[in-house]
């Protein structure tokens, strides 16, 4: 599979030029079929459909798809400070901060990233629906990947799925954590006694997580961590389990950090983690993207505090 290369957005259409694979076909609509499914890896259903509803349309040496049509947001479009990491036709990747959940739960009326994305989309013309990929914790900052399209998201659904969608993250915990501590493999369930918590339990969902590098401070160890699976507070629940809570991490025994200097704080720091790497296949040209979202300051003050200058 090798994706459908370069694309051209015509309103609701795509146009993309596929070349003598269809223009030297005996049979162009047979060509295009195979060429949709096969090299392009589109869903066979939305193709299905996409055929039915005149969506697939031959033109002279173009191929023209009906990927963008218009469709509610879904949700109420809501102005706030919306940090672009990356955005085309497909796909955008947003910094999620820390405070900010990335979708309602019906319990108030916080502004969350969806309303913000909708906003942004709103802007730019509207007519998109917003669909995030993954989710990260209120208190975890990073990237957060959107689809734009029910294409996209069908295709990233799947990636996620098939774990193909790789989240590289930046943890600091207390305590020196050992070379030899690689990967933690632990399932995660409910904690029956907190209805907030997560605990490594034998009767819980199957859980990996791995530690892919470590700078020792002093009175902790910032890490870089890749997750095999998506659990709710995995990392969180993984690095206590293994006696090293990260820092302002009060639900899972975590130390306290100073964050009097930050606006709004009230002095009570974060859990110190970030998603510092979003990295996954383009779902129409299957490009693989790597977005890197830069540490948020508080992470890098609590760096200097621990006595490390890092180069991040």
């Not at 459908?4 to 070349?19: D, K, N």
């Amino acid at each position: 599979m090798t994706g459908g290369g370069s694309w051209t957005r015509r309103g609701e259409w795509l146009e993309a030029m596929p070349g003598r694979v269809i223009t030297a076909a005996t049979d162009p609509a047979a060509a295009i079929d195979q060429w949709l499914l096969e090299t392009v890896g589109m869903p066979a259903k939305l193709h299905s459909r996409l055929r039915r509803e005149g969506g697939v349309q031959w033109k002279g040496d173009r191929l023209r798809l009906g990927l963008f049509p218009y469709r509610e947001a879904g949700i109420e479009p809501s102005w706030t400070a919306l940090e672009v990491l990356f955005e085309d036709d497909f796909c955008l990747v947003v910094h999620k901060p820390a405070g900010m959940a990335v979708h309602p739960d019906g319990s108030g009326n916080e502004i969350t990233l969806d309303h913000g994305v909708a906003a942004h989309y709103a802007a730019s013309g509207g007519g998109i629906a917003v669909r995030h990929i993954h989710r990260l914790d209120k208190d975890t900052t990073g990237p957060v990947l959107y689809a734009k399209n029910e294409y996209a998201q069908l295709v990233l659904d799947e990636a996620m799925r098939a774990k193909s969608v790789s989240r590289l993250y930046a943890a600091i915990v207390q305590g020196t954590v050992p070379p030899g501590l690689k990967v933690i493999d632990a399932p995660i369930g409910r904690d029956r006694h907190h209805a907030a918590r997560r605990r490594v339990s034998p009767g819980g969902q199957d859980a990996v997580t791995r530690i892919i590098g470590r700078e020792v401070l002093q009175g902790g160890t910032v890490l870089k961590v890749q997750l095999e699976t998506g659990r709710t507070h995995q990392i969180r629940v993984h690095l206590s389990h293994m006696g090293h809570p990260l820092f302002g991490d009060a639900l899972y025994g975590g130390p306290a950090w100073n964050t009097d200097w930050l606006p709004h704080s009230g002095g009570v720091g974060r859990q110190a983690l970030h998603g510092e790497m979003l990295a996954f296949n383009h779902p129409w040209t299957k490009e693989q993207l790597e977005v890197a979202d830069p540490w948020p300051e508080d992470m890098l003050l609590l760096c200097e505090q621990l006595g490390a200058d890092l180069q991040v």
